[in-house]
């Protein structure tokens, strides 16, 4: 498969320069195709097929194909909504006390800030990590996480496209005994992902971004060891080992973060966008999401570009005085792109599916509104 065949599926292409993937990526018909046909299994067959068994064979499917994707093994994957999701229940599965520090950077999306924000309520201090550019001084996240309890932060900013040094940060985590949670939705679809490598405790990530994946379909890596040692805050039947025993036993690894009934459609959908990606092969996505940045960013006057001049990833950050009427006039000229609430910007995201001309169309769209 080529990005061109991958972009001619997308029927949300069809009308306007879309350059918003690190919201949201529009679906292919192929995979709509897929979770279709997975429900249709799932709610017309129920007279041959055990509902149940459908759905959790898929469950099981999905967990291995996500598994192969991120460098997991099956067990350490578990199946959520979103990232938000994952990152709430890792949250919500350890025993904070009052004193407790969690760590976050400034740079986290809402999902990284939110739930941390509600524990402030119990008495735990949550430390903001500020930065510059995008980029963490690791001498000042040393000092930052030094008595963490937790440390939360993104594999690739969503505010400036820069990459955080994941390892690193990890290990720097690790030295001081805190749990380390990385929020990581803007890297499966157009970068490489090993979270065995990386080494953290937990991994939230979601594939309706990169992977053009549908809503729904989140999914939580958790480590083996730390799986177990964790107690999720719901529970349900795929929680436990046997749901009618009178005694309470966790099902081992990341699954006992699943509950109890939810649909088999997201996930399957997720494989096939999976599948889509992987057909044309991260790297020539890569690749080609780096020529197409790079001659973006040769349009955007340096004082304004916001995101490394260099290519880190598909998000590209531009300055503007206005940017909620930079969107609304390139969405006029059917260009989508978004604005950021911090920094004061607009965001461009350009996938292996963009174009030449789109990157042309998009930079004198702000060039023309910024005037």
Same mark, same amino acid.
């Not at 997975?38 to 469950?59: I, K, R």
């Not at 997991?72 to 994957?77: G, H, I, L, N, T």
């Not at 594939?207 to 999914?219: N, R, S, V, Y």
């Given at each position: ?140 996240? !040393? /000092?930052?996480? &030094? =008595? ?6 993104? *594999?690739?900013?969503?505010?400036? #496209? %820069?990459?955080? $040094? ?74 436990? !080992? /046997?749901?009618? &025993? =009178? ?6 690894? *990341?699954?006992?973060?699943?509950? #109890? %009934?939810?649909? $088999? ?107």
């Amino acid at each position: 498969m080529t990005p061109r065949e991958l972009r001619a599926d997308v029927p949300a292409f069809d009308e306007a320069a879309y350059l918003n993937f690190g919201a949201h990526g529009p679906s292919p018909r192929s995979v709509v195709a897929a979770a279709t046909a997975c429900l249709e299994t799932h709610e017309y067959d129920s007279s041959e097929n055990d509902p149940y068994e459908v759905a959790f064979g898929a469950a099981d499917r999905a967990r291995e194909r996500i598994a192969d994707l991120i460098g997991a093994d099956p067990e350490e994957v578990a199946l959520t909504e979103s990232t938000t999701d994952g990152i709430n229940r890792i949250a919500t599965a350890i025993d904070f006390e009052p004193g407790d520090v969690v760590v976050r950077t400034d740079l986290e999306h809402p999902a990284g800030i939110l739930p941390w924000q509600q524990l402030k309520r119990e008495g735990v201090e949550v430390r903001v990590l500020e930065t510059e550019d995008g980029r963490v001084d690791l001498d000042a996240y !040393t /000092d930052a996480v &030094a =008595d963490a309890r937790l440390v939360c932060f993104s *594999a690739l900013t969503w505010t400036h #496209g %820069t990459r955080l $040094p994941v390892t690193d940060l990890v290990d720097i985590a690790n030295d001081t005994g805190a749990f380390t949670l990385v929020d990581a939705v803007q890297v499966p679809g157009q970068q490489e992902m090993d979270v065995h490598e990386w080494g953290a405790d937990a991994v939230a990530a979601a594939g309706h971004k990169w992977l053009l994946g549908p809503w729904g379909a989140g999914f939580l890596y958790i480590d083996h060891e730390t799986a177990d040692s964790l107690i999720p805050a719901a529970v349900g039947y795929r929680s436990v !080992t /046997d749901p009618t &025993a =009178d005694d309470l036993e966790y099902s081992p690894g *990341a699954t006992r973060f699943e509950i #109890g %009934t939810t649909s $088999p459609a997201p996930h399957a959908g997720l494989i096939e966008a999976i599948d889509n990606i992987e057909a044309i092969g991260i790297d020539a996505i890569e690749s080609r999401i780096e020529t197409l940045t790079d001659r973006l960013k040769a349009e955007i006057d340096d004082e304004r570009l916001l995101s490394p001049k260099s290519y880190e990833s598909g998000l590209v950050t531009i300055a503007v005085d206005d940017p909620e009427t930079v969107v609304e006039r390139c969405a006029d000229e059917n260009i989508i792109i978004r604005s950021l609430p911090y920094p004061e910007a607009v965001r461009v995201s350009v996938h292996a599916v963009s174009t030449a001309a789109e990157m042309d169309s998009v930079a004198a769209c702000i060039g023309q509104a910024n005037e």
